[in-house]
């Protein structure tokens, strides 16, 4: 097992895969390469190829090392998972066989969390947050240049945080925010040391997080691109860790299915088994959702 992520939902999504010889498989999300190191194990043979693309250079660094056994089988890239379509397009994608399927895994690693400054793991770190080199802004812009309006907006709108309003007013009032330490300190006295079953700080983060790196969007428009790009018969599946991206991956599968463009494989999302969740508690807000491109027959 990779000591440095647990991969969730590994089993349903290895069922559900289903691998086979000459397919291609890609995991738009390669992180530190669980699943797709489980999918290269499981099938156990040379005729199968596994694209693996991710956005944070660092994590693609580590993947690499890990899927050292396996260099005839995986190709690996740079980049986000909305830009599938146009590197094939651009014929930078080579599939060397049909498309099994499409592995979406939204969550962050747990040494991303703490090694690229994106929770309050790693207190003196400065706040930047970004993840590749093509965000247009970094955690330090948004809490020392938005207003206060527009920071609480964020707070409530990315993360549910309830006491949004006051954070940043806050946040405001004791600009410039220096570092993670300093954001995390404010986070604490909005919370009054309140018990409570996560870090006071875990919420607001998690806002930065999604507006730094363009998450909602990059979902968004990616989903609508690569499932328009898809071959028959192949499968995406979806691992989704808030409502808000649940939110969009179910919204946006029930409109391709209405389209008559694909067929839903689940009808509610899957969900970690109790042992799962108690053997990694990160595990228990992910929620799996799974699609087939319906074939040309299909459609008439």
């Keep these: 097992m990779n000591k440095l992520h647990i991969s969730v939902l590994l089993k349903e999504i290895l069922e559900i895969l289903d691998p086979k010889p000459f397919n291609t498989y890609i995991d738009g999300t390669l992180g530190l390469a669980g699943h797709s190191l489980a999918i290269l194990e499981k099938v156990n043979f040379s005729d199968i190829q596994l694209i ?47 498309l099994g399927g499409i592995l979406l895994d939204l969550g962050i690693s747990s040494w991303q969390l703490k ?27 948004i809490v020392n240049e938005w207003t206060e309006k527009k920071l609480a907006d964020l707070f409530w709108d990315l993360a549910d945080y309830k006491p949004a309003r006051r954070l940043a007013k806050l946040i405001v009032k004791n600009r410039p925010i220096k570092d993670m330490e300093h954001l995390v300190d404010l986070c604490k006295e909005i919370s009054g040391g309140t018990n409570s079953k996560i870090h006071s ?100």
């Design 52 to 98: 693996g693309l991710d956005r944070d250079p660092k994590s693609l660094d580590l993947a690499k090392e890990l899927l050292k056994p396996y260099p005839e089988q995986i190709d690996l890239i740079n980049t986000r998972f909305s830009a599938l379509p146009d590197l094939d397009r651009e014929n930078k994608l080579k599939l060397k066989y049909k």
């Design 201 to 300: 700080a875990t919420l607001p983060l998690m806002a930065l997080r999604i507006a730094v790196n363009e998450e909602l969007s990059e979902l968004e428009q990616g989903l609508r691109k690569i499932i328009d790009w898809m071959q028959p018969e192949s499968k995406l599946l979806v691992i989704s860790f808030h409502s808000g991206e649940d939110r969009i991956v179910k919204n946006i599968f029930r409109e391709f299915y209405k389209a008559g463009k694909i067929n839903l494989l689940t009808e509610k999302p899957l969900i970690p088994s109790a042992l799962e969740i108690k053997q990694n508690p990160r595990s228990r807000s992910a929620k799996l959702r799974v699609l087939i491109k319906k074939t040309v027959s299909d459609l008439y």
């Design 115 to 141: 090694e690229a400054g994106l929770s309050f793991l790693n207190p003196k770190i400065p706040l930047d947050m970004r993840l590749d080199p093509w965000c247009k802004l970094n955690a330090s812009e």
